[in-house]
Each structure stands twice: as C-alpha cells, then as structure tokens.
C-alpha cells in the first residue's frame, strides 16, 4: 500500500505529542489519513501540535487532550474521553511522553530519581495497560502499541542514571507486553532514538552536542521526523509480522 495512505481509519493516540518527536509522529500519522489524538502535559504545544496536522478530507478528525501519564486516573479519563468521542479506543498509540533530570549518581535526589521513572516508566505502563485494556474489551482484531526508549536504555549514559534506567525498564515493559498481546493481534514494539534534535536536547551545552555528534557514525544529529517515519512503519500493516522489536534510530550510535 502506497505510504499516504497506510494509516487511514487507525484512530492514533500519541502521548508527548506537543514535543519534538510525538509533534513529528502526530504530523507523519495525519500525513498517511489517521486520526490522530495529540496528548501531552502541556495543552498549549500539544494544541500548536493539532494546528499543524493534515486532515485531507479521508474522514479524519483530530482532538487535543491533556494528560498526565504518570497519573493513573488521568490516563483512565483519556482512554474514555476518546472512546467517547470517537466510539472506539485507539488502534494505534505512541509513547512519546518523557522527561529528563540529569545528575551524577553521587549526586541523584530520591525524588529527581522516582518522577523520571514514574513518568517515563510507570507512564509508558500506564498509558500501553489503559489501551491494551481497551481494545481486548472491544475485541478489535488487531492493534501497535509503540512505545519510544532510548539508545542510552541500553549503553548507559554518564549523568541520566535514572533517565537510562526508566528506558531500559520500557524496553522490557515493552518485549513483555509483546508476549502477552500477540494472541489479541496487539503488536507492541520500541523505538530507541539516540540523539534527536528537540525542545529536550536544546537544554544540553553545545560542548556535549559537539562530542555526541562526533560519536555517531552518521556524523549527524537526527531529526524527530526519521523517528516518525519508523513509527508510522511500526503502526502499519508493513510491519505486520513484528513485534517485541526493539529499533534503534541513533546514526549508528553505541552500535552495540
Ligand atoms: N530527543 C532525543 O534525543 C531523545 C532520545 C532518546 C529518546 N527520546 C525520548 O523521546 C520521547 C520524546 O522526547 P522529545 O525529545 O520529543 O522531548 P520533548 O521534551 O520535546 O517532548 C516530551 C513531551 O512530553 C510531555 N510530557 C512530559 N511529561 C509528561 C507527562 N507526565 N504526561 C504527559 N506528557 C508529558 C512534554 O510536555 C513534552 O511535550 C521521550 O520519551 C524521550 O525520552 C528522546
């Protein structure tokens, strides 16, 4: 199937998706004729994300909700709010909300340690449980749960102690939601992008982006489209005997 086309009629909730990367993801999704939900913490970006999508006139419509994926109550009220609204649960969602607050293990407060997690970990759980949930109830026949980790989950990476350790907890949330939706149609599988041009890497100095760049054997930093682009790839039927995948979308950095 042609790419402008493989998504129409997969209703698509992407969490984060006022940032740099659920931005693209929603833009590439609206692109390819799906419906996208843009939820995100923040409802101004999440808002600009909505202003920028395609509708294209196949039957699609795209509705902003704010959430805070930590929060398990906020979660349950998304999920019903679009089900609500759209008379079915999503087919397709991407975690793509996330945060970081950098330390030296030293250094690490408790407290910067537990909301890393409990945003990028507990919320990836949170938000795949609430969809997964949903769409067994339903009994859809198929559905792509695409959660988003990080290269630096797998090599570690000097001051993200607990950013590295929640993206190395999504991957094994993710493989294991993969086993145990499989018989539902539910494939679930992870990005792991390493360093991407967004609101959260223009917080690091030039001096760190410089080294980084000169450890990526593309010579580059990405750009949060060729995330998007594997993500559309994931949601779609082009993928369809995958899942438990763990893609890495780095430049070939920390070729492992
Ligand atoms: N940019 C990179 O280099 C890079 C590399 C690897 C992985 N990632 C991951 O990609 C994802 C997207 O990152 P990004 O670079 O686009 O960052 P970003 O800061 O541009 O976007 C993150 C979005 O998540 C939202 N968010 C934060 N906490 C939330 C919460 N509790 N509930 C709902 N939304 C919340 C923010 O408001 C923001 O819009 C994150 O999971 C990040 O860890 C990014």
Redesign the pocket.
């Known amino acids: 199937m042609a790419a402008a086309a493989r998504l129409v009629s997969r209703l698509t909730l992407v969490?984060?998706g006022?940032?740099?990367?659920?931005r693209a993801v929603c833009q590439r999704f609206a692109s390819e004729g799906a419906s996208v939900v843009v939820a995100?913490?923040?409802q101004q970006?999440a808002t600009e994300t909505l202003g920028s999508l395609q509708t294209g006139g196949r039957g699609q419509g795209h509705m902003v909700a704010v959430?805070?994926?930590?929060s398990r109550d906020s979660v349950k009220k998304l999920v019903t709010s679009i089900q609500a609204h759209f008379f079915q649960p999503p087919l397709v969602c991407v975690n793509?909300?996330?945060?970081t607050q950098d330390d030296f293990l030293l250094n690490m407060e408790e407290e910067k340690f537990d909301r890393v997690v409990q945003?990028?970990l507990k919320?990836s759980f949170l938000v795949t449980q609430a969809v997964a949930q949903a769409l067994v109830a339903c009994g859809a026949s198929k559905g792509s749960i695409i959660t988003?980790g990080?290269?630096v989950g797998k090599a570690g990476n000097i001051g993200q102690v607990n950013y590295a350790a929640s993206k190395a907890g999504v991957e094994g949330l993710t493989k294991t939601a993969a086993k145990e939706l499989s018989r539902f149609g539910i494939r679930c599988n992870c990005v792991l992008?390493?360093?991407?041009s967004?609101?959260?890497?223009d917080r690091v100095p030039e001096k760190v982006i410089q080294k980084m760049k000169s450890l990526v054997p593309l010579g580059r930093i990405g750009e949060?489209a060729e995330v998007a682009d594997v993500c559309a790839f994931l949601a779609s039927d082009d993928s369809r005997y995958i899942t438990g995948a763990s893609v890495e979308v780095s430049g070939g950095l920390f070729i492992g």
């Open positions: 969490t984060g006022g940032g740099g990367i659920g995100d913490a923040d970006s959430v805070d994926v930590s793509a909300a996330g945060i945003v990028n919320g988003v990080s290269i992008p390493g360093f991407i967004t609101p959260m890497t949060p």
